[in-house]
């Protein structure tokens, strides 16, 4: 059972979930950052790219977005379509952002569109049925499945979501009449006459989101924290799930709920390049452009018996922990796991399944791919939003985002450089006045360089500390 907390001020709305003690999902929405990923817009073609398949689509937020034919269609759909794309520049188009905007890169959209309703997701675009892999029971997948050829609309898909379960054809068919009106209000509004591109549909906001991803006959409570947000979420639920009601609870004590619930401490941790493990091993996550890289560390821990059984122990409890942290951070793309080496295939072997066994626990795609001689493990996820380090994080403005300054040694030597070559040019015969940040006039003064310096061109050398200096800037003024 789960139970899911809802904490929200005007500026954010946080939301976290938690399962047997653990935390499990964590998202984040705030106004200034306003989610791409869901909204369908009209679209015009700006450019052309035929050797790649692929075309620039203004869609009216200032960037271009990127747009790939054959994007998010399933591969039994995408071998029965035209190998070429009749797309032209001026063409407008209806599309879906699959991935926000990072970075220099705009957004990616689709034209495979998809509309999410409480227990099946429309596609417009593509005539394909689709069950939810989390649904194991054969009949029932049967049952859900003849329900949807039923119901689907004419040249439209449907897939049937988890929650689907056992629900009635009824309200199966009452959903998918409601995205069949939906998805005709969003194309006449795209009929309707406009230059460039301009929004057609925004997707719900985290709030109805979780309503209508989480909130299942699974779930033990949802508490909110604000009685404006109770009020709405009663009334939708009222109207899509009203056994779930009970569910739903006023969270009103003075404790705030996040800081009650431990989930506050639990993100402090999450803004920690190192993960420090129950038996005293650790992890180190580390994100380059390409990949996000992680090492696990057998640290304090020495175990009981020999290394290949410490080494063992280590990697599986780094197993668990890693899956949760890529949840949580929201880590996205290639990532590589670099395990503590073992001997035997068995062992390499129990480690994957243990880590593939956790991947029905995430929402987005993932995929634990294989393990190498090495004991690098490659798991790629796909990535839609920006995730949690983007909206709490940003660069220092000290390192720019490296994680490390030059050392005030490194500066000294060359501030030690540059008067040589003042001194080249033209001798200071009152001296030069340099002003640096505290630590390189720590350095300065322990090692003596400018005195011996000052020594060897016969002047003087003053050392001024400069407050709010950058570590690994500096002035040199000449004096006289």
């Known amino acids: 059972m789960q139970t899911i907390y809802i904490d929200a001020v005007p500026e954010e709305t946080r939301l976290a979930i938690k399962a047997e003690g653990q935390l499990q999902v964590l998202e984040i929405e705030r106004p200034s950052h306003a989610h791409l990923v869901g909204n369908i817009y009209k679209g015009q073609v700006q450019n052309v790219l035929p050797g790649m398949q692929a075309a620039f689509v203004d869609i009216g937020t200032g960037k271009n977005a990127f747009l790939h034919v054959g994007d998010g269609m399933p591969q039994d759909v995408l071998h029965v379509l035209p190998r070429k794309a009749h797309i032209h520049v001026g063409q407008y188009l209806p599309v879906q952002v699959v991935k926000d905007a990072t970075g220099t890169k705009g957004a990616r959209v689709t034209t495979h569109i998809s509309?999410?309703?409480?227990?099946?997701?429309?596609?417009?675009?593509?005539?394909?049925?689709?069950?939810?892999?989390?649904?194991?029971?054969?009949?029932?997948?049967?049952?859900?499945?003849?329900?949807?050829?039923?119901?689907?609309?004419?040249?439209?898909?449907?897939?049937?979501?988890?929650?689907?379960?056992?629900?009635?054809?009824?309200?199966?068919?009452?959903?998918?009449?409601?995205?069949?009106?939906?998805?005709?209000?969003?194309?006449?509004?795209?009929?309707?006459?406009?230059?460039?591109?301009?929004?057609?549909?925004?997707?719900?906001?985290?709030?109805?989101?979780?309503?209508?991803?989480?909130?299942?006959?699974?779930?033990?409570?949802?508490?909110?924290?604000?009685?404006?947000?109770?009020?709405?979420?009663?009334?939708?639920?009222?109207?899509?799930?009203?056994?779930?009601?009970?569910?739903?609870?006023?969270?009103?004590?003075?404790?705030?709920?996040?800081?009650?619930?431990?989930?506050?401490?639990?993100?402090?941790?999450?803004?920690?390049?190192?993960?420090?493990?129950?038996?005293?091993?650790?992890?180190?996550?580390?994100?380059?452009?390409?990949?996000?890289?992680?090492?696990?560390?057998?640290?304090?821990?020495?175990?009981?018996?020999?290394?290949?059984?410490?080494?063992?122990?280590?990697n599986m409890e780094a197993a668990r922990e890693i899956m949760q942290q890529i949840r949580l951070r929201d880590i996205g793309g290639i990532i590589v796991v670099d395990f503590i080496d073992m001997d035997t295939a068995a062992q390499r072997e129990k480690l994957l399944q243990a880590m593939r066994e956790l991947v029905p626990l995430d929402r987005r795609k993932t995929k634990v791919v294989d393990i190498t001689s090495l004991g690098l493990v490659e798991i790629t996820r796909k990535k839609t939003r920006a995730n949690y380090e983007s909206m709490v994080y940003s660069d220092c403005p000290v390192c720019h985002g490296l994680g490390r300054v030059e050392s005030p040694e490194t500066v000294a030597i060359r501030i030690s450089r540059a008067i040589r070559r003042m001194e080249q040019s033209s001798h200071a015969s009152e001296g030069y006045e340099v002003e640096v940040h505290e630590s390189v006039a720590e350095e300065l003064r322990q090692n003596q360089l400018m005195l011996n310096l000052a020594a060897e061109y016969g002047t003087d050398i003053r050392i001024t500390v400069k407050p709010g200096m950058h570590p690994e800037n500096y002035s040199i003024l000449q004096q006289g």
């Open 115 to 314: 509309l999410p309703g409480r227990h099946l997701v429309l596609m417009p675009t593509a005539a394909y049925i689709g069950i939810s892999r989390r649904i194991a029971d054969e009949a029932e997948r049967q049952r859900l499945q003849a329900i949807a050829h039923k119901i689907c609309p004419e040249g439209m898909g449907l897939i049937v979501r988890t929650v689907a379960a056992e629900v009635s054809e009824e309200e199966l068919a009452a959903d998918a009449a409601y995205l069949t009106r939906l998805w005709q209000s969003i194309m006449a509004r795209f009929r309707l006459k406009s230059k460039g591109g301009s929004l057609l549909y925004r997707d719900a906001d985290l709030l109805i989101r979780a309503v209508r991803d989480y909130l299942t006959d699974d779930t033990e409570q949802m508490l909110i924290n604000d009685a404006q947000l109770y009020a709405r979420v009663q009334s939708l639920v009222e109207h899509i799930s009203p056994t779930l009601l009970p569910k739903l609870t006023l969270y009103q004590e003075q404790t705030p709920l996040f800081r009650a619930a431990g989930i506050e401490a639990e993100m402090e941790k999450l803004g920690s390049r190192q993960v420090d493990l129950p038996s005293g091993g650790f992890l180190v996550i580390d994100k380059t452009e390409a990949l996000t890289v992680i090492d696990v560390n057998t640290g304090k821990y020495v175990g009981k018996s020999d290394f290949r059984a410490t080494a063992f122990h280590t």
